[in-house]
């Protein structure tokens, strides 16, 4: 088991958008969250991630606590993600933009930075030539000099996953990262996806797209206001009655 959460709850006054949230990850599985909008998804992946601190509950990765633990704390413990919307460095490189993600794990302090020690230059090389390796990774080096904001949308979303990855992670996290793409982009998507759990990588994913749930996770989580209401592999889900209820009786969702 590399996650657990235990009873988690965030408020916001008298608002619960998450309320008794209880779940495990296993090693290596691709876990999707769905639920109706303002279900509580994201606010979930923001307490998991320290941008929230949760009013209650616990968060353990690996077995140890981060609840309320700051984003770069947890980053550090080996947990990143995306965001559904955006968030590249638009006026920096391709490569630049993966580098980024790579200095997380930097050992080299600000005044070597500054006097450009051999020990950062050497570093810097290294971390230049992982960002490479992953943007391959990705499927995307050919565009390693162009600016970011020149990429197509869809191999934007591509760079924020590489960027992610970047930091080592052991915990994947994406939110909605199928928003937007066209019908080949997100084929695509799925197979990297998978080519990043077979990499060994626990990828935990917000999508409303069941065609990409239901082709790839192994198990799938679904909120509705807040509330945990199922828990199962896709066909288990596919059939529960309560996750048909909750998306408005559409029966053919799936």
Same mark, same amino acid.
């Given at each position: 088991?590399?996650?657990?959460?235990? &009873?988690?709850?965030?408020?916001?006054?008298?608002?619960?958008?998450?309320?008794?949230?209880?779940?495990? %990850?296993?090693?290596?599985?691709?876990?999707?969250?769905?639920?109706? &909008?303002?279900?509580?998804?994201? #606010?979930?992946? &923001?307490? +998991?991630?320290?941008? $929230?601190?949760? #009013?209650?509950?616990?968060?353990?990765?690996?077995?140890?606590? %981060? /609840?309320? !633990?700051?984003?770069?704390? =947890?980053?550090?413990?080996? %947990?990143?993600? #995306?965001?559904? @919307?955006?968030?590249?460095?638009?006026?920096?490189? =391709?490569?630049? @933009?993966?580098?980024?993600?790579?200095? /997380?794990?930097? !050992?080299?302090?600000?005044?070597?930075?500054?006097? !450009?020690?051999?020990?950062?230059?050497?570093?810097?090389?290294?971390?230049?030539?992982?960002?490479?390796? $992953? +943007?391959?990774?990705?499927?995307?080096?050919? $565009?390693?000099?162009?600016?970011?904001?020149?990429?197509?949308?869809?191999?934007?979303?591509?760079?924020?996953?590489?960027?992610?990855?970047?930091?080592?992670?052991?915990? +994947?996290?994406?939110?909605?990262?199928?928003?937007?793409?066209?019908?080949?982009? #997100?084929?695509?998507?799925?197979?990297?996806?998978?080519?990043? !759990?077979?990499?060994?990588? /626990?990828?935990?994913?917000?999508?409303?797209?069941?065609?990409?749930?239901?082709?790839?996770?192994?198990?799938?989580?679904?909120?509705?206001?807040?509330?945990?209401?199922?828990?199962?592999?896709?066909?288990?889900?596919?059939? &529960?009655?309560?996750?048909?209820?909750? $998306?408005?009786?559409?029966?053919?969702?799936?």
């Amino acid at each position: 088991m590399i996650l657990e959460v235990r &009873n988690l709850t965030k408020a916001f006054g008298g608002l619960k958008p998450v309320e008794e949230v209880s779940f495990r %990850v296993m090693h290596g599985v691709i876990l999707s969250i769905i639920g109706p &909008n303002g279900a509580g998804k994201t #606010t979930l992946f &923001n307490c +998991l991630t320290g941008i $929230y601190s949760p #009013t209650k509950g616990h968060v353990l990765f690996e077995e140890k606590d %981060v /609840t309320g !633990k700051k984003p770069y704390e =947890v980053t550090a413990k080996g %947990v990143a993600r #995306t965001f559904q @919307n955006i968030r590249i460095f638009g006026s920096m490189s =391709v490569l630049e @933009n993966v580098m980024i993600g790579q200095h /997380t794990r930097s !050992k080299e302090g600000f005044l070597s930075a500054v006097m !450009k020690t051999a020990k950062f230059r050497r570093e810097e090389s290294e971390i230049k030539s992982k960002a490479y390796e $992953y +943007l391959e990774f990705i499927g995307i080096a050919d $565009y390693a000099d162009a600016d970011a904001d020149s990429l197509p949308y869809g191999d934007q979303k591509r760079l924020e996953i590489a960027r992610a990855l970047a930091t080592e992670p052991k915990i +994947l996290l994406l939110d909605e990262p199928a928003a937007g793409m066209n019908p080949q982009e #997100t084929i695509e998507l799925m197979k990297l996806i998978n080519r990043i !759990k077979e990499w060994g990588k /626990t990828v935990i994913l917000i999508e409303h797209d069941m065609k990409v749930v239901m082709g790839i996770s192994d198990r799938i989580i679904v909120l509705d206001h807040g509330v945990k209401i199922a828990e199962g592999t896709p066909k288990e889900i596919q059939n &529960n009655p309560d996750v048909i209820e909750a $998306y408005l009786g559409k029966e053919d969702i799936f």
